[in-house]
């Protein structure tokens, strides 16, 4: 783990996505955070140690998705999958594929394994998963607050962690999809899909990964746009935790869902389709949901 310092810095942006608006001031404390992404290693070790299942290895309640048909009610978790050419970019079915036996341990499905991968990052981890592994380490999930604050390395303003351009120099600085989404991956940077953890250069605080390769789990509720920024600088949160539960649902869904944030964008993000490989960018994930491209690491926050 290495120590982020903590500090008041402009959280979210103005410049890009809806969800990351509006920028605003935020304080948060210092802690410790783990400098690379969880690993299929380090899972595996969890569960060796506890016999523990992941959510996606377990058969759904039926209780709590009435309605489903059984061809859904097995044990599954979302892949994606790269069509033949190009597709609807506002279809996502077009990419992401429910493929029954894909897990943590089977990426791809029932005739992938990771045992090639082991200093990947782990995938297809739900939310009661991660906050698992956590409690069995001794450690916690970053909020969102502290995510952002540990992804900008100590700087404020620039475009991506490293800078202000994508490719500096021509050298890729993280793990992101070159060419046209979803169907054509030049692989330019040497991988298409996830990459052993480390492969990039850090960020000025030592971190591994943070852009690209997966996006990562925060223990923050999401909501669809920051609070306003409070005038007065007595009034700037301070280790702000995100939104309430409440606010995390999605009224378009008829089966309510709380959603956590995710961060950091993933090998899939590109150009032409998700513009996320920011420090700022954020997604909600349903906490129910499983896949291929997104992971976490765990903090330690100062004892006090």
């Not at 404390?29 to 299942?53: I, L």
């Not at 709590?64 to 999958?81: C, I, K, R, W």
């Not at 992938?112 to 001794?138: F, K």
Request: charged share 20%; with cysteine.
């Amino acid at each position: 783990m290495v120590w982020i310092p903590g500090g008041l810095f402009k959280m979210g942006s103005d410049h890009h996505y809806s969800e990351e608006a509006p920028a605003h001031r935020v304080k948060v404390d210092g802690f410790w955070m783990d400098q690379y992404a969880v690993t299929n290693r380090d899972f595996a070790e969890f569960v060796q140690a506890t016999g523990y299942k992941t959510f996606c290895e377990k058969i759904p309640d039926l209780s709590q998705y009435p309605g489903a048909t059984p061809e859904m009610l097995v044990p599954a978790s979302v892949v994606f999958v790269k069509p033949d050419g190009p597709v609807d970019l506002r279809n996502p079915y077009q990419w992401w594929q429910f493929i029954p036996g894909a897990n943590w341990r089977s990426p791809q499905g029932p005739a992938s394994s990771i045992g090639n991968r082991m200093d990947h990052p782990v995938v297809h981890l739900a939310w009661q998963d991660i906050e698992a592994y956590s409690l069995w380490a001794g450690k916690e999930i970053p909020t969102e607050a502290e995510w952002e604050f540990a992804a900008n390395g100590g700087h404020e303003g620039r475009e991506f962690a490293w800078g202000d351009e994508l490719v500096p120099n021509g050298i890729h600085q993280a793990n992101t999809w070159q060419g046209t989404f979803p169907w054509q991956n030049l692989g330019d940077d040497g991988f298409e899909g996830t990459s052993p953890v480390g492969s990039y250069p850090p960020n000025d605080y030592g971190l591994f990964d943070m852009i690209g390769n997966v996006w990562e789990w925060t223990s923050a509720w999401y909501s669809p746009r920051h609070p306003d920024e409070k005038p007065k600088a007595c009034c700037i949160p301070k280790n702000p935790r995100g939104a309430n539960e409440t606010e995390s649902f999605d009224p378009r869904q008829e089966i309510k869902i709380s959603r956590k944030v995710m961060k950091g964008g993933s090998h899939l993000c590109a150009p032409n389709y998700c513009k996320r490989y920011r420090p700022s960018a954020r997604m909600a994930q349903p906490v129910d949901t499983s896949t291929s491209h997104l992971g976490f690491r765990c903090i330690v926050r100062e004892v006090r």
